[in-house]
């Protein structure tokens, strides 16, 4: 039945609202995510990698399309591969479950006595000769057709976004706590998420203060919420976040489910593929829906995301912009980009504009798949690493879209005044 209120008693419900965000002009709020490797989500696309990795060990030529799915005590491996490799499909996904730290039924998985579904084809005959039929490596064509999205923001050393960073460097921080048993009472599965503010300044902007921040981490059941409290503050909290955006107004919101014992694949399904935005830039900039994990470097949702990255780090680097998002587009079987597009949102350098930048990307970058995976060493067996703490803002020495190219600015205005001579 339909609940109806007189004009008096609306206008009571309106003023005694609370307007919970009182910000001053030209602030704005904004969060971003992340999970730990024992989150149900992340253990797949865990396993999914490992599996990824034991092909392109044997075989660098690993045609890869390998998704896992998990719930209580069952995984399930599925997918398309072809290779000649010897792969022990079992262990690896039970040692993928160890690593992550599922060895006992009461944390929400145990490796040694999960049953283990595997289904794995050979991939479509129509797709590989598309793809690769007798073509030379850098003509290759893309696994499939997508767009792809790169960004970099000049916020952080990393440039990442701040709150992005901050939720890496959280779950990075709890799953060592885990790990070294400083915080022993902790099991695999957590989730962070961060608030900063933010001030305008014309076409930028740039943090102001950590608004908030929420943890939800999984617990044993000898610890009390208090204990719990006390110590992601000392442990956590104070090893991770930057004093100079703390402040006696920042909030803490430390596991406010008040128990959470019971996570996992117990807890929640999982799926490969499922945490896209805590891969990437944490909401920021944009996403191509296309997830990484499990996918060999021939599918462009993964090695072209990494390009624009790489392309999108590259020009913040190279002081051209502050912040940046680039868009790649493929089709299947083609080789060159259906599309190139760059938005700087205005934080272009004096005498440069988008469409200059877009010329400089074309000139510095060839983002044919082949080119790819040959410029960034993508046939290594590099993915494991990747499947928690974020794809991007990583300092792993194998994450060669990390590290920016130098871009030549002097040699693309002199090829630009010859051209405008002729």
């Given at each position: 039945?339909?609940?109806?209120?007189?004009?008096?008693?609306?206008?009571?419900?309106?003023?005694?609202?609370?307007?919970?965000?009182?910000?001053?002009?030209?602030?704005?709020?904004?969060?971003?995510?992340?999970?730990?490797?024992?989150?149900?989500?992340?253990?797949?696309?865990?396993?999914?990698?490992?599996?990824?990795?034991?092909?392109?060990?044997?075989?660098?030529?690993?045609?890869?399309?390998?998704?896992?799915?998990?719930?209580?005590?069952?995984?399930?491996?599925?997918?398309?591969?072809?290779?000649?490799?010897?792969?022990?499909?079992?262990?690896?996904?039970?040692?993928?479950?160890?690593?992550?730290?599922?060895?006992?039924?009461?944390?929400?998985?145990?490796?040694?006595?999960?049953?283990?579904?595997?289904?794995?084809?050979?991939?479509?005959?129509?797709?590989?000769?598309?793809?690769?039929?007798?073509?030379?490596?850098?003509?290759?064509?893309a696994g499939d057709q997508g767009l792809m999205i790169?960004?970099?923001?000049?916020?952080?050393?990393?440039?990442?976004?701040?709150?992005?960073?901050?939720?890496?460097?959280?779950?990075?921080?709890?799953?060592?706590?885990?790990?070294?048993?400083?915080?022993?009472?902790?099991?695999?599965?957590?989730?962070?998420?961060?608030?900063?503010?933010?001030?305008?300044?014309?076409?930028?902007?740039?943090?102001?203060?950590?608004?908030?921040?929420?943890?939800?981490?999984?617990?044993?059941?000898?610890?009390?919420?208090?204990?719990?409290?006390?110590?992601?503050?000392?442990?956590?909290?104070?090893?991770?976040?930057?004093?100079?955006?703390?402040?006696?107004?920042?909030?803490?919101?430390?596991?406010?489910?008040?128990?959470?014992?019971?996570?996992?694949?117990?807890?929640?399904?999982?799926?490969?593929?499922?945490?896209?935005?805590?891969?990437?830039?944490?909401?920021?900039?944009?996403?191509?829906?296309?997830?990484?994990?499990?996918?060999?470097?021939?599918?462009?949702?993964?090695?072209?995301?990494?390009?624009?990255?790489?392309?999108?780090?590259?020009?913040?680097?190279?002081?051209?912009?502050?912040?940046?998002?680039?868009?790649?587009?493929?089709?299947?079987?083609?080789?060159?980009?259906?599309?190139?597009?760059?938005?700087?949102?205005?934080?272009?350098?004096?005498?440069?504009?988008?469409?200059?930048?877009?010329?400089?990307?074309?000139?510095?970058?060839?983002?044919?798949?082949?080119?790819?995976?040959?410029?960034?060493?993508?046939?290594?067996?590099?993915?494991?690493?990747?499947?928690?703490?974020?794809?991007?803002?990583?300092?792993?020495?194998?994450?060669?879209?990390?590290?920016?190219?130098?871009?030549?600015?002097?040699?693309?205005?002199?090829?630009?005044?010859?051209?405008?001579?002729?």
């Amino acid at each position: 039945m339909a609940t109806h209120y007189r004009l008096d008693e609306q206008h009571h419900l309106l003023s005694t609202h609370k307007t919970k965000f009182q910000l001053p002009k030209g602030h704005f709020l904004f969060t971003s995510e992340s999970v730990s490797a024992g989150h149900p989500d992340k253990l797949c696309d865990f396993i999914s990698d490992s599996i990824l990795d034991a092909c392109l060990e044997q075989d660098p030529n690993s045609k890869v399309a390998c998704e896992s799915a998990c719930k209580n005590s069952l995984v399930m491996v599925f997918g398309e591969i072809t290779t000649n490799a010897q792969v022990p499909y079992e262990t690896i996904v039970r040692e993928a479950i160890k690593n992550v730290g599922y060895d006992n039924i009461n944390k929400g998985l145990d490796y040694k006595n999960a049953s283990i579904i595997v289904s794995l084809d050979q991939q479509s005959r129509e797709i590989n000769q598309a793809v690769v039929g007798a073509k030379h490596e850098d003509e290759i064509g893309a696994g499939d057709q997508g767009l792809m999205i790169g960004y970099a923001s000049d916020e952080t050393p990393e440039l990442m976004p701040l709150t992005h960073h901050l939720c890496n460097k959280l779950i990075e921080r709890l799953q060592e706590c885990r790990v070294k048993e400083i915080c022993p009472w902790m099991r695999p599965d957590a989730k962070v998420q961060v608030t900063v503010e933010y001030k305008r300044d014309g076409a930028t902007f740039f943090p102001v203060r950590i608004h908030n921040v929420l943890i939800s981490q999984q617990h044993d059941e000898k610890i009390t919420h208090i204990e719990i409290q006390a110590e992601l503050h000392q442990h956590v909290l104070k090893q991770v976040l930057p004093q100079q955006y703390v402040d006696e107004h920042t909030q803490y919101h430390l596991n406010p489910s008040k128990a959470f014992t019971v996570g996992g694949p117990y807890g929640d399904a999982g799926l490969t593929g499922r945490k896209i935005i805590v891969d990437t830039y944490g909401g920021w900039g944009g996403h191509g829906g296309g997830a990484f994990s499990g996918k060999d470097p021939t599918k462009v949702d993964r090695s072209a995301a990494y390009a624009a990255r790489w392309v999108a780090k590259s020009l913040v680097a190279s002081k051209l912009c502050k912040r940046v998002m680039i868009q790649v587009a493929y089709g299947i079987g083609i080789s060159e980009p259906l599309s190139i597009s760059v938005n700087s949102y205005g934080t272009h350098v004096e005498g440069y504009d988008d469409d200059d930048l877009s010329e400089i990307v074309q000139e510095n970058f060839d983002l044919r798949p082949g080119v790819i995976i040959r410029e960034l060493k993508l046939r290594r067996p590099i993915y494991a690493k990747t499947a928690s703490g974020g794809h991007f803002g990583r300092s792993e020495h194998e994450f060669l879209w990390e590290k920016p190219k130098i871009i030549d600015i002097a040699a693309w205005k002199s090829n630009k005044e010859q051209q405008q001579q002729k």
